[in-house]
Protein backbone atom coordinates (compact mmCIF):
# COMPACT_ATOMS: atom_id res chain seq x y z
CA UNK A 1 0.00 0.00 0.00
CA UNK A 2 1.53 3.37 -0.86
CA UNK A 3 2.02 5.78 2.28
CA UNK A 4 2.87 9.04 1.17
CA UNK A 5 4.11 9.73 4.24
CA UNK A 6 7.21 7.98 3.67
CA UNK A 7 7.75 10.07 0.24
CA UNK A 8 11.32 11.97 1.10
CA UNK A 9 12.12 15.48 1.38
CA UNK A 10 12.84 16.73 -2.00
CA UNK A 11 16.23 19.05 -1.92
CA UNK A 12 16.16 22.23 -4.20
CA UNK A 13 18.58 22.74 -6.77
CA UNK A 14 21.02 24.60 -5.06
CA UNK A 15 20.85 22.25 -2.11
CA UNK A 16 21.39 19.30 -4.27
CA UNK A 17 23.98 21.25 -6.51
CA UNK A 18 26.01 22.02 -2.95
CA UNK A 19 25.77 18.12 -1.54
CA UNK A 20 27.01 17.23 -4.99
CA UNK A 21 30.16 19.88 -5.27
CA UNK A 22 31.22 18.88 -1.46
CA UNK A 23 31.69 15.36 -1.64
CA UNK A 24 34.00 15.91 -4.43
CA UNK A 25 35.47 18.73 -3.33
CA UNK A 26 37.15 15.61 -0.62
CA UNK A 27 37.92 13.31 -2.67
CA UNK A 28 41.73 12.23 -3.78
CA UNK A 29 43.82 10.56 -5.86
CA UNK A 30 47.41 9.36 -6.92
CA UNK A 31 47.90 12.72 -9.19
CA UNK A 32 45.75 15.56 -10.77
CA UNK A 33 43.99 13.53 -13.52
CA UNK A 34 42.59 10.40 -11.05
CA UNK A 35 41.89 13.09 -8.33
CA UNK A 36 39.70 15.01 -11.31
CA UNK A 37 38.21 11.79 -12.58
CA UNK A 38 37.09 10.95 -9.13
CA UNK A 39 35.75 14.40 -8.65
CA UNK A 40 33.41 13.92 -11.43
CA UNK A 41 32.88 10.55 -10.77
CA UNK A 42 31.89 11.31 -7.28
CA UNK A 43 29.45 14.08 -8.54
CA UNK A 44 27.81 11.03 -11.16
CA UNK A 45 27.56 8.59 -8.28
CA UNK A 46 25.74 11.37 -6.05
CA UNK A 47 23.18 13.06 -8.84
CA UNK A 48 22.17 9.33 -10.29
CA UNK A 49 21.64 7.86 -6.50
CA UNK A 50 19.94 10.94 -5.43
CA UNK A 51 17.42 10.97 -8.93
CA UNK A 52 16.89 7.36 -8.26
CA UNK A 53 15.67 7.30 -4.76
CA UNK A 54 13.81 10.32 -5.46
CA UNK A 55 12.06 8.92 -8.70
CA UNK A 56 11.50 5.27 -7.09
CA UNK A 57 9.98 6.41 -3.64
CA UNK A 58 7.22 7.35 -6.19
CA UNK A 59 4.61 4.56 -7.24
CA UNK A 60 3.18 4.06 -10.28
CA UNK A 61 0.15 6.36 -9.85
CA UNK A 62 -2.11 4.61 -12.42
CA UNK A 63 -1.66 1.39 -10.12
CA UNK A 64 -2.71 2.81 -7.30
CA UNK A 65 -6.57 1.82 -5.92
CA UNK A 66 -8.86 4.11 -6.77
CA UNK A 67 -9.59 6.18 -4.26
CA UNK A 68 -6.24 7.33 -3.47
CA UNK A 69 -5.73 7.87 -7.34
CA UNK A 70 -8.02 10.17 -7.39
CA UNK A 71 -7.48 11.80 -3.88
CA UNK A 72 -3.61 12.06 -5.69
CA UNK A 73 -5.44 13.79 -8.50
CA UNK A 74 -7.49 16.62 -6.41
CA UNK A 75 -4.78 17.18 -3.95
CA UNK A 76 -1.66 17.64 -5.90
CA UNK A 77 -1.99 16.77 -10.12
CA UNK A 78 -0.67 13.28 -11.29
CA UNK A 79 -0.11 14.51 -14.42
CA UNK A 80 2.49 17.34 -12.47
CA UNK A 81 3.89 14.60 -10.86
CA UNK A 82 4.59 12.79 -13.94
CA UNK A 83 5.73 15.61 -15.97
CA UNK A 84 8.26 16.57 -12.51
CA UNK A 85 9.84 13.24 -12.33
CA UNK A 86 10.36 13.16 -15.95
CA UNK A 87 12.39 15.80 -15.64
CA UNK A 88 14.40 14.38 -13.36
CA UNK A 89 14.79 11.74 -15.00
CA UNK A 90 15.99 14.15 -17.76
CA UNK A 91 18.72 16.28 -15.69
CA UNK A 92 19.80 12.72 -14.38
CA UNK A 93 20.79 11.54 -18.16
CA UNK A 94 22.27 14.60 -19.48
CA UNK A 95 24.33 14.45 -16.35
CA UNK A 96 25.87 11.72 -16.53
CA UNK A 97 26.17 12.26 -20.35
CA UNK A 98 28.20 15.28 -19.92
CA UNK A 99 30.64 13.59 -17.15
CA UNK A 100 31.02 10.84 -19.10
CA UNK A 101 32.17 13.10 -22.02
CA UNK A 102 34.59 14.83 -19.59
CA UNK A 103 36.29 11.86 -18.06
CA UNK A 104 37.40 11.26 -21.43
CA UNK A 105 38.63 14.07 -22.52
CA UNK A 106 40.75 14.18 -19.01
CA UNK A 107 41.61 10.74 -19.94
CA UNK A 108 42.29 11.83 -23.29
CA UNK A 109 45.22 14.70 -22.69
CA UNK A 110 42.50 17.61 -22.30
CA UNK A 111 43.70 20.44 -20.10
CA UNK A 112 41.75 19.25 -16.16
CA UNK A 113 40.93 22.30 -14.92
CA UNK A 114 38.89 23.88 -17.99
CA UNK A 115 37.58 20.57 -18.33
CA UNK A 116 35.98 20.74 -14.30
CA UNK A 117 35.43 24.04 -14.47
CA UNK A 118 33.21 23.76 -17.93
CA UNK A 119 31.81 20.29 -16.59
CA UNK A 120 30.72 21.72 -13.01
CA UNK A 121 29.18 25.02 -15.16
CA UNK A 122 26.93 22.55 -17.53
CA UNK A 123 25.65 20.68 -14.54
CA UNK A 124 24.55 23.27 -12.56
CA UNK A 125 23.01 24.72 -15.79
CA UNK A 126 21.11 21.76 -15.75
CA UNK A 127 20.05 20.61 -12.39
CA UNK A 128 19.15 24.47 -12.19
CA UNK A 129 17.07 24.13 -14.62
CA UNK A 130 14.71 21.59 -12.63
CA UNK A 131 14.65 23.63 -9.38
CA UNK A 132 10.68 24.38 -10.20
CA UNK A 133 10.29 20.69 -10.72
CA UNK A 134 12.31 19.98 -7.37
CA UNK A 135 10.11 22.37 -5.55
CA UNK A 136 7.09 20.96 -6.62
CA UNK A 137 8.12 17.60 -5.75
CA UNK A 138 8.65 18.69 -2.35
CA UNK A 139 5.06 20.45 -2.02
CA UNK A 140 3.36 17.70 -3.75
CA UNK A 141 4.77 15.75 -0.72
CA UNK A 142 3.39 17.73 2.13
CA UNK A 143 0.32 17.99 0.24
CA UNK A 144 -0.06 13.75 -0.32
CA UNK A 145 0.82 13.76 3.61
CA UNK A 146 -2.47 14.94 4.20
CA UNK A 147 -4.12 11.94 2.38
CA UNK A 148 -4.64 9.55 5.00
CA UNK A 149 -4.09 5.60 4.70
CA UNK A 150 -7.13 3.15 5.92
CA UNK A 151 -7.31 0.30 7.35
CA UNK A 152 -8.87 -2.75 5.54
CA UNK A 153 -11.76 -2.45 7.86
CA UNK A 154 -15.52 -2.38 7.35
CA UNK A 155 -16.21 1.31 6.82
CA UNK A 156 -18.63 4.10 8.05
CA UNK A 157 -18.31 7.23 6.41
CA UNK A 158 -19.78 10.06 8.17
CA UNK A 159 -21.64 12.94 5.96
CA UNK A 160 -23.49 16.20 5.93
CA UNK A 161 -23.02 19.99 6.14
CA UNK A 162 -20.43 21.79 8.24
CA UNK A 163 -20.76 21.81 11.85
CA UNK A 164 -24.09 19.90 11.91
CA UNK A 165 -22.38 17.49 14.61
CA UNK A 166 -19.75 14.91 12.17
CA UNK A 167 -16.34 15.30 14.13
CA UNK A 168 -18.69 15.16 17.65
CA UNK A 169 -20.02 11.96 16.82
CA UNK A 170 -16.61 10.40 15.89
CA UNK A 171 -15.22 11.83 18.76
CA UNK A 172 -17.55 10.32 21.06
CA UNK A 173 -17.80 7.51 19.67
CA UNK A 174 -14.30 6.33 19.19
CA UNK A 175 -13.58 7.60 22.62
CA UNK A 176 -14.37 3.70 23.98
CA UNK A 177 -10.87 3.56 21.55
CA UNK A 178 -9.44 6.53 21.54
CA UNK A 179 -7.28 5.74 18.17
CA UNK A 180 -8.57 9.25 16.32
CA UNK A 181 -5.67 10.41 13.48
CA UNK A 182 -6.19 14.15 12.08
CA UNK A 183 -5.41 14.54 8.68
CA UNK A 184 -5.32 18.70 8.12
CA UNK A 185 -7.23 19.09 5.01
CA UNK A 186 -6.08 23.19 4.58
CA UNK A 187 -8.67 24.69 6.88
CA UNK A 188 -10.43 21.78 7.18
CA UNK A 189 -9.61 18.32 8.65
CA UNK A 190 -10.68 14.54 7.98
CA UNK A 191 -11.18 12.56 11.25
CA UNK A 192 -10.36 8.46 10.93
CA UNK A 193 -11.72 6.98 14.17
CA UNK A 194 -11.85 3.37 15.24
CA UNK A 195 -14.57 1.99 17.09
CA UNK A 196 -15.13 -1.81 18.39
CA UNK A 197 -19.07 -2.38 18.70
CA UNK A 198 -19.90 -5.72 20.52
CA UNK A 199 -16.85 -7.32 18.75
CA UNK A 200 -17.39 -5.94 15.62
CA UNK A 201 -14.84 -3.43 14.68
CA UNK A 202 -15.47 -0.57 12.46
CA UNK A 203 -13.42 2.75 10.62
CA UNK A 204 -15.60 5.94 11.06
CA UNK A 205 -14.76 8.54 8.69
CA UNK A 206 -15.17 11.84 9.20
CA UNK A 207 -16.03 13.61 5.93
CA UNK A 208 -14.99 17.51 5.65
CA UNK A 209 -18.36 19.58 5.26
CA UNK A 210 -20.49 19.38 2.10
CA UNK A 211 -22.57 21.90 0.19
CA UNK A 212 -25.71 21.43 -1.92
CA UNK A 213 -24.18 22.52 -5.13
CA UNK A 214 -23.45 20.52 -8.28
CA UNK A 215 -20.38 18.33 -7.95
CA UNK A 216 -18.82 19.80 -11.07
CA UNK A 217 -19.01 23.69 -8.90
CA UNK A 218 -17.51 21.89 -5.46
CA UNK A 219 -14.25 22.85 -4.43
CA UNK A 220 -11.11 20.23 -3.88
CA UNK A 221 -12.03 19.95 0.24
CA UNK A 222 -15.50 18.86 -1.15
CA UNK A 223 -14.12 16.68 -3.96
CA UNK A 224 -11.92 14.77 -1.27
CA UNK A 225 -15.19 13.98 0.70
CA UNK A 226 -17.20 13.16 -2.63
CA UNK A 227 -14.16 10.60 -3.00
CA UNK A 228 -14.74 8.99 0.49
CA UNK A 229 -18.25 8.70 -0.32
CA UNK A 230 -17.34 7.24 -3.63
CA UNK A 231 -14.97 4.54 -2.70
CA UNK A 232 -14.86 4.12 0.79
CA UNK A 233 -18.29 3.39 2.00
CA UNK A 234 -19.69 0.29 2.98
CA UNK A 235 -22.57 2.49 4.70
CA UNK A 236 -22.78 6.19 4.60
CA UNK A 237 -24.14 8.14 8.17
CA UNK A 238 -25.71 11.09 6.93
CA UNK A 239 -26.24 13.99 9.70
CA UNK A 240 -28.76 16.55 10.07
CA UNK A 241 -28.87 19.18 12.28
CA UNK A 242 -32.65 20.38 12.65
CA UNK A 243 -32.12 22.92 15.04
CA UNK A 244 -30.21 24.86 11.41
CA UNK A 245 -27.84 26.35 14.55
CA UNK A 246 -25.48 25.31 12.05
CA UNK A 247 -26.24 27.86 9.73
CA UNK A 248 -27.76 25.95 7.05
CA UNK A 249 -31.79 25.05 6.64
CA UNK A 250 -33.35 21.82 7.03
CA UNK A 251 -34.42 22.06 3.69
CA UNK A 252 -31.07 22.42 1.84
CA UNK A 253 -29.78 19.40 4.34
CA UNK A 254 -32.87 17.00 3.11
CA UNK A 255 -32.00 18.27 -0.23
CA UNK A 256 -28.50 17.17 0.21
CA UNK A 257 -29.09 13.94 1.34
CA UNK A 258 -31.72 13.26 -1.62
CA UNK A 259 -28.49 14.05 -3.75
CA UNK A 260 -26.43 11.81 -2.22
CA UNK A 261 -28.87 8.92 -2.35
CA UNK A 262 -29.10 9.44 -6.33
CA UNK A 263 -25.41 9.69 -6.21
CA UNK A 264 -24.29 6.78 -4.19
CA UNK A 265 -24.81 2.82 -4.47
CA UNK A 266 -24.79 2.57 -0.86
CA UNK A 267 -26.61 2.14 2.19
CA UNK A 268 -27.17 5.64 3.87
CA UNK A 269 -28.69 5.93 7.52
CA UNK A 270 -29.74 9.72 8.15
CA UNK A 271 -30.19 10.92 11.41
CA UNK A 272 -30.62 13.79 13.54
CA UNK A 273 -27.67 15.62 16.00
CA UNK A 274 -28.45 17.71 18.93
CA UNK A 275 -30.79 15.94 20.29
CA UNK A 276 -30.45 17.37 23.75
CA UNK A 277 -32.05 21.08 21.65
CA UNK A 278 -34.75 19.28 19.83
CA UNK A 279 -38.00 16.64 19.95
CA UNK A 280 -38.01 15.47 16.42
CA UNK A 281 -38.47 11.41 16.25
CA UNK A 282 -39.15 11.09 12.71
CA UNK A 283 -35.37 9.93 12.09
CA UNK A 284 -32.63 8.13 14.50
CA UNK A 285 -31.57 11.48 17.32
CA UNK A 286 -28.54 11.41 19.02
CA UNK A 287 -26.60 14.19 21.00
CA UNK A 288 -22.77 13.83 20.88
CA UNK A 289 -23.07 15.60 24.55
CA UNK A 290 -25.67 13.87 26.77
CA UNK A 291 -24.97 10.91 24.43
CA UNK A 292 -28.22 10.15 24.07
CA UNK A 293 -29.09 7.56 20.60
CA UNK A 294 -25.46 6.90 20.26
CA UNK A 295 -25.65 2.98 21.24
CA UNK A 296 -28.72 2.94 18.79
CA UNK A 297 -27.29 4.80 15.84
CA UNK A 298 -24.29 2.52 16.68
CA UNK A 299 -26.56 -0.63 16.59
CA UNK A 300 -28.08 0.00 12.82
CA UNK A 301 -24.95 1.31 11.45
CA UNK A 302 -23.50 -1.82 12.46
CA UNK A 303 -26.43 -3.85 11.33
CA UNK A 304 -25.62 -2.72 8.17
CA UNK A 305 -21.84 -3.48 7.50
CA UNK A 306 -22.50 -6.93 8.98
CA UNK A 307 -24.89 -7.90 6.65
CA UNK A 308 -23.21 -6.07 3.61
CA UNK A 309 -20.17 -7.95 5.08
CA UNK A 310 -22.15 -11.21 5.00
CA UNK A 311 -23.69 -10.50 1.39
CA UNK A 312 -19.93 -9.99 0.28
CA UNK A 313 -18.67 -13.31 1.69
CA UNK A 314 -21.52 -14.99 0.48
CA UNK A 315 -20.45 -13.83 -2.97
CA UNK A 316 -16.88 -14.67 -3.06
CA UNK A 317 -18.17 -18.09 -1.45
CA UNK A 318 -20.66 -18.84 -5.22
CA UNK A 319 -18.13 -17.26 -7.45
CA UNK A 320 -15.21 -19.68 -6.25
CA UNK A 321 -18.42 -22.11 -6.17
CA UNK A 322 -19.32 -21.34 -9.88
CA UNK A 323 -15.42 -21.91 -11.04
CA UNK A 324 -15.16 -25.11 -9.26
CA UNK A 325 -18.42 -26.59 -11.01
CA UNK A 326 -17.11 -25.51 -14.60
CA UNK A 327 -13.56 -26.80 -13.41
Known sequence: MFEPRKLPTVLYAEELLDKAFRRASKVGGRNRKEKAINKLATISNTLSDYFDKIIKSHPSYDSLPEFYRETIDVVVGIGKIKK?????????????????RSIKKIK???DIDETLKATYGRIASIV????????????AKQK???????KDLPTVVVAGYPNVGKSSFVA???????EIAVYPFTTKKIFVGFVDINGV??????TPGLLDRPIHKRNKIEKRAILCLKYLADCILFIIDPTETCGYSLQSQMS???EIRREFKVKIIPA???ADMHNKKDLPAFSSISGEGISDVLEMVKKEVTAKKKSKRELSENLIQQHSDCS
Open 84 to 100: SLAALKWANEMSQKIIT
Open 256 to 258: LLN
Open 172 to 178: KISSVKP
Open 272 to 274: YSK
Open 128 to 139: SQIDEELRFLNE
Open 108 to 110: GGK
Open 144 to 150: MREIPVF
Open 201 to 206: KLQVVD
